[in-house]
């Protein structure tokens, strides 16, 4: 399959929203093996939506559509790609079932009655979370694709148009992340490259971004098991020499394996924040159920908060100065014992854009860690703005500790 | 003028990055008043960047183009559109001087000279965080803008672009975003609708995302005095109305605010943080020189952290909850004595999945405001996922703090 995306809205067009959709759909259907040549934004316009559709289908035969499918006037995709089809449309009962359960059976107004209106040679997608279903339309070897816009409306909704555009291909595509941190893109390449270069199936597609990159193995095959059975082999080979670094697969991130691990080895977290001020805290809290582990931080930003919350020795700021080793572990140390937890870590740093020195620059991270009495330190030099510098520290933190627990079990 | 946009890039055709350049490049243009028309993704492929220009330039007499302007192989977009418009490259002097500068006189690679040929008539944009230049290319009537791929080098290029574009323009177009929090679009359109519908120049635009609102209001003239002497009493109409929701203008956001009048009115700050677990420090600290005034937090993310760090009455727990106003208010209170500050801000609430009851379901979020001495406290019920009400608690809390430093300075 050649598939050309068709994102329709004026505020996408205008740039009052970033167009999430398009990678989200891109994405998955790279995934599933379909190629990809070209994404178009179009705005609420009868004629720009039909040339968009008839540039595509010059060379695809498939064109996934989101937005415009909403109640007002100004919503007009499904009716243009129906023109482009020259399908008529009707009533769709099932759809308009769910309209009246929608609105708990108050009248429902002209408007919503057209978001129940299709081909009859469409298949309709339900929308668990809005009022427009979408479709899949169908014309001689041609098929158009019609999602709303919104993403918490889209995302489930592609997810059955996904297992139903599978079954027109011949066999099945799965694909498996490997994710990474620690490593940049191109070393990650080289130290693979001989085994990207053999593979056709699975293919292997590195992709980086945010400080991490992910390896993408995709087999086809004619069922899940001959596809799983390609994968594991060759990422057995990739493990043997990038295992260091792969945290884990698909939908894991460093923060929800770090919590699930943290949890698992029945471990207590506690964390003193410097220059990441609160960001290491909160991206952990972003896990739900890190409340099984966490237990609460402080964010000591200034000198007298490290002095005064924690307890430092004051002579290691005049020593060392606040950005240091020794700083360092004394917080990680301290907050261990001040909140009575198993485990914590600490974060002292320059995130610019002030404050930097010959000998320590802006992106001068030292990140301290206490696991179960034993205190240890790394260093960084991060580049990039205050933002980055920051993210980038809360990902080297998560790792350190991953790292830590997982020495710590496989010497048991 | 009308303009399309085309971004190059194989990685945003799968989806492995959000096209967020697209977004950046019409706010931008749409706010000087430039006709947007499509946008496209293609992949570093010479002949769908072909046929994405010759397509563009049907009905566009200014085409932008970002990515692709990379020292390898695949980088081939100003490649492309130099064919496109018959125009041969040659070394533009002033760009190989730089990228001499830029790796410190080490040789300078066949690869990365290609980056500083450009045809003799285009005008080159520097670029002071990467290697490739930029430009911009004539032919006839017709202009194509080439920027490269990463946000941190687009952004500030692109303002150069913008300043020389506008010289091209008839007159000029001035924009100014009046940016409100508390308040949902459709109830504002609905109190300034009036407005709205009388007013061609300046135009008025309503947008919407992340929990907050902003109206854009574009006007056109020959001088910017003149456009700015337009906006002005459409502004001041604006605000009799919606005064109390609006907290800044353009670039501002609220913790840039907060941070601002902090600052200027000598305060300092601390936290005592719930439910967002961090976030709320974390959004101050993304902000420079946020350490002129806060000073530390505190994350009591258990009870047992909220009754050991914060000294809180333990009966409060049993009696009300850990989510309750007087948790909030006991929280915040406690946080300014403990790290000795003017002003602080506590927030406690279910931020989901699971934790909600009847009386209080997820969403459910009190924050205290302890401000020189005085205590207060609000409730909300936010929608949404996890992240979602966290974020919400943010700017919700923010915007507490900053209608109380108003209130006490108009008081005054």
Redesign the interface.
């Given at each position: 399959m050649v598939c050309e995306i068709i994102c329709v809205g004026t505020?996408?067009?205008?740039?009052?929203?970033?167009?999430?959709n398009?990678?989200?759909?891109?994405?998955?259907?790279?995934g599933m093996g379909v190629s990809?040549?070209?994404?178009?934004?179009?705005?609420d316009n009868a004629i720009?939506i039909k040339d968009?559709l008839q540039?595509a289908f010059q060379s695809a035969d498939l064109v996934v559509m989101s937005g415009g499918l909403g109640p007002t006037q100004d919503d007009i995709t499904k009716e243009a790609a129906c023109n482009f089809f020259e399908q008529e449309m009707i009533l769709h009962e099932p759809s308009l079932e769910r309209l009246k359960t929608y609105f708990n059976d108050r009248p429902i107004s002209k408007f919503n009655l057209k978001q129940a209106m299709f081909p009859k040679e469409a298949i309709v997608i339900d929308n668990n979370n809005g009022t427009a279903p979408g479709a899949i339309l169908q014309k001689d070897k041609k098929r158009i694709v019609l999602l709303p816009g919104p993403p918490n409306e889209l995302h489930p909704m592609f997810e059955k148009v996904c297992k139903i555009l599978s079954g027109y291909q011949r066999g099945i595509f799965l694909s498996k992340e490997l994710k990474m941190f620690g490593i940049g893109e191109s070393y990650m390449v080289e130290i693979i490259e001989d085994i990207i270069d053999s593979q056709t199936n699975p293919t292997i597609?590195p992709?980086?971004?945010d400080g991490e990159v992910k390896l993408r193995l995709t087999a086809s095959a004619d069922t899940e098991a001959e596809a799983l059975s390609k994968i594991l082999p060759v990422e057995q080979q990739i493990r043997e020499r990038l295992g260091q670094y792969i945290y884990g697969t698909n939908d894991d991130t460093l923060e929800s394996v770090v919590v699930d691990k943290l949890v698992k080895c029945s471990l207590t977290l506690s964390?003193a924040?410097s220059c990441?001020?609160?960001?290491?805290?909160?991206t952990?809290?972003?896990i739900?159920?890190?409340?099984e582990t966490?237990?609460?931080?402080?964010?000591?930003?200034?000198n007298?908060?490290k002095i005064?919350?924690l307890q430092i020795d004051e002579k290691l700021f005049e020593q060392y100065g606040a950005v240091s080793s020794q700083v360092a572990e004394a917080m990680a140390s301290a907050v261990c014992t001040a909140?009575g937890t198993n485990v914590s870590l600490s974060t002292t740093g320059i995130?610019?854009?002030?404050g930097g020195t010959a000998e320590k620059p802006v992106g001068t991270v030292f990140i301290g860690l206490c696991y179960n009495g034993q205190t240890t330190w790394k260093q960084f030099f991060f580049k990039?703005?205050?933002?980055k510098i920051?993210t980038r520290t809360v990902k080297a933190a998560l790792k350190m500790l991953l790292d830590r627990i997982d020495s710590d079990n496989n010497s048991d």
């Open positions: 505020e996408l067009l205008l740039g009052s929203i970033v167009n999430t398009a990678a989200f759909i891109s994405e998955r259907l790279s990809l040549y070209k994404q178009t934004v179009v705005g720009r968009a540039a597609a992709y980086a971004g964390l924040e990441t001020g609160g960001l290491l805290a909160s952990i809290v972003d739900p159920g890190a409340s966490f237990r609460g931080g402080l964010i000591t930003y200034s007298e908060e005064n919350r909140i995130a610019g854009p002030g990039g703005n205050r933002k920051r």
